[in-house]
């Protein structure tokens, strides 16, 4: 896993957060938040969600980074 001393079976699933785009009455963007790609792992036993892996580090179980 991450400590590069643990060895376990996972899952790698991987998703694109959704972009954020916002328009002015013309219908021009006025502002644009591109998403990002994202890897969540899973245990491969339980199922069990270890953590999401983005491109500025990583998201715990808990919500914390």
Not at 5 to 28: A, H, L, P, R
């Amino acid at each position: 896993m991450r400590d590069r001393k643990t060895q376990k079976e996972v899952y790698v699933v991987s998703f694109k957060t959704e972009d954020q785009i916002e328009y002015n009455k013309k219908g021009e963007i006025i502002s644009l938040f591109e998403g990002m790609f994202c890897f969540a792992y899973f245990d491969a036993e339980t199922l069990e969600l270890l953590y999401i892996m983005k491109k500025a580090g990583y998201i715990e179980v808990d919500g914390s980074y």
